[in-house]
């Protein structure tokens, strides 16, 4: 196979698309030959087979884009037999009738409850469509695969764990946005505060949008207001490369997420052998019987959940996640359904 990749970042040090570079890597196991078209190029360490093409530049407006986008496309074709989009719909709307006219097998990975213009359109040109979960792409389709995530295991397994000494190590990880829900986060540890609980609390992530700044800014105001503000660390956005380490020092995930799809974020902290606690309804099936799944935010059933996860070995939930959302079990289903 020689596979094409259609993705926004190739940049391992990205603090949301880091993971990617994994994939890539990966694929290329499996690929003859990978070329990987992108929007940004930052640091990467790739096989030799891979090739990396930024089709974006300083000032290029989205027309300029496209137009850089089909010419690679087109340019390329000989070097490529099938093709995976990741998450950018928008290429197979722009390629689509042209790759199916070439021959070329296409491939779409997305997860989101969105569901857009370029969405439907994209499903109509695509051949196949890979998810997470099936709460994770919302248009009817028989075209759709449930994969599960790609996370990879070894890695966030093989960082040493550091061991609890008294105080409960919470931690978060995440856009800091409305939806990830992190001020109701503060509003469950001021129960426990208020029991008389011991802990920590560290925020990793960073502001992608003005309403995610001015989100920001609200969640400032309110950990200062905290007796406790001394225990809360906003570390701001981290390389993906370093989160292991972090999780490594971690007892609890908190992820009170209303997007409703399977959130990478916990599966990378039940791979470090951090026990989640969480509102996403993705999660259900997997952590309600544990009671580490809340069917809410509110204060008191989120702090009960946390002392619940105090107690909850991690050692089940390390195996799922190896078992059913590994990267290298991901990538060569994913890759054996496309050709």
Not at 83 to 104: D, F, I, S
Not at 167 to 178: K, P, Y
Not at 293 to 307: F, G, K, M, N
């Amino acid at each position: 196979m020689k596979l094409l990749i259609c993705t926004q970042v190739v940049d391992q040090s990205d603090p949301a698309l880091g993971f990617f570079h994994d994939w890539i890597t990966e694929m290329s196991k499996h690929c003859e030959r990978v070329v990987v078209t992108c929007l940004r190029e930052g640091a990467h360490n790739l096989p030799a087979n891979v090739e990396v093409v930024k089709i974006n530049s300083l000032g290029l407006g989205r027309a300029g884009r496209a137009c850089n986008f089909l010419y690679v496309a087109l340019g390329r074709r000989n070097d490529y037999t099938h093709v995976l989009v990741h998450m950018n719909p928008e290429y197979v709307v722009v390629m689509g009738a042209l790759w199916r006219a070439m021959g070329k097998k296409v491939g779409l990975w997305y997860m989101h409850k969105s569901v857009t213009i370029s969405l439907r359109i994209a499903a109509l040109f695509a051949h196949d469509i890979f998810t997470g979960s099936k709460e994770s792409f919302r248009l009817a389709t028989p075209k759709l695969h449930v994969m599960g995530h790609g996370i990879n295991t070894e890695q966030f397994a093989a960082t040493l764990r550091m061991p609890r000494q008294g105080m409960l190590r919470i931690i978060t990880v995440g856009r800091l946005s409305q939806s990830k829900g992190v001020v109701e986060m503060l509003e469950a540890l001021d129960v426990l505060h208020a029991r008389g609980t011991q802990f920590e609390f560290t925020i990793v992530g960073s502001s992608a949008t003005e309403a995610d700044k001015v989100y920001a800014d609200i969640l400032s105001r309110e950990v200062a207001k905290r007796a406790y503000k001394d225990q809360v660390h906003m570390l701001g956005g981290i390389a993906h490369a370093e989160l292991p380490q972090y999780l490594a020092r971690s007892d609890i995930f908190l992820n009170l997420s209303r997007t409703g799809s399977l959130d990478k974020a916990v599966l990378e902290a039940m791979a470090s052998g951090v026990v989640p606690v969480t509102s996403n309804e993705a999660f259900r099936p997997i952590l309600e019987v544990q009671r580490l799944w809340v069917p809410s935010t509110d204060a008191q059933q989120v702090a009960a959940a946390i002392l619940v996860a105090a107690e909850t070995d991690s050692a089940s939930l390390q195996i799922e996640v190896r078992e059913h959302h590994s990267l290298t079990r991901l990538i060569p289903a994913m890759l054996g359904i496309l050709q």
